[in-house]
């Protein structure tokens, strides 16, 4: 199975709703990642989870909250979102978080998101 | 300052030619590695090529290569035959091993490929 899983595919939400994204994977990764991307632009990396704990948080806001219940889940818990964090946020793993060909990335399809 | 730079926003090429994508990159990191990905409509990213800056040799699969001048500190991707779903977005991209160990994307280059 070389497949990484996104939940909702969609998504639509008002300002005030709590949501949830969810990312699963069942190649034995350890490293998951979140990256947001607005419209033609590239992805930009926002946590990554190397071995269930957070390495990197590149300053996201606290209204995105990330967890990592198990090696092969990850959440993205969403509440109170502006409409400009409408965009597809994907969901990545990789062998581990080091060098090497082993970072090499597996995408899911992302959830587009759309906040009202 | 931009990490990964591709200069072409759009390219077009002719089916069954071979099509050059460019990418330079900027970094002190002695260590790091670089990849190239594609992105149909649909929004998935796949995963196509990799080099590391200790390769000798440029890196190759299948209908993709890549052109590595670490001098120039480029890392062009050649698609060889050219297929109609090629057409899509392509991103290069570049991990540095010992600082920060950031993952950046550089701004893409969309590709059409005509029948």
């Known amino acids: 199975d070389t497949e990484v899983t996104q939940t909702p595919k969609h998504l639509v939400m008002g300002m005030t709703n709590k949501k949830s994204l969810k990312c699963e994977q069942h190649?034995?990764?350890?490293?998951m990642y979140w990256y947001k991307q607005k419209a033609k632009k590239p992805p930009e990396l926002m946590f990554v989870y190397s071995y269930e704990k957070l390495s990197i948080n590149e300053s996201v806001p606290s209204r995105f909250s990330p967890e990592c219940p198990n090696s092969s889940l990850l959440n993205l818990h969403l509440h109170a979102l502006q409409p400009e964090d409408s965009a597809l946020y994907l969901c990545a793993s990789s062998q581990d978080w080091t060098s090497g060909r082993s970072n090499e990335q597996f995408f899911g399809p992302g959830t587009r998101l759309t906040v009202l | 300052a931009q990490k990964i730079t591709q200069t072409q926003p759009g390219m077009f090429v002719q089916e069954k030619e071979a099509v050059t994508l460019d990418c330079t990159y900027d970094?002190?990191?002695?260590?790091?590695?670089l990849f190239w990905y594609k992105q149909p409509s649909s929004g998935e990213m796949i995963f196509l090529i990799y080099q590391g800056s200790y390769d000798q040799q440029n890196a190759t699969e299948g209908r993709y290569s890549l052109n590595f001048q670490k001098a120039r500190k480029s890392a062009n991707l050649v698609i060889s035959a050219s297929q109609l779903g090629d057409s899509a977005m392509y991103f290069c991209?570049?991990?540095?091993?010992?600082?920060?160990?950031?993952?950046?994307f550089g701004p893409g280059t969309r590709l059409s490929v005509l029948p």
């Open positions: 991209a570049m991990r540095e091993d010992n600082y920060g160990q950031n993952f950046v």
């Open positions: 190649m034995g990764h350890r490293a």
């Open positions: 970094t002190s990191d002695p260590s790091y590695g």
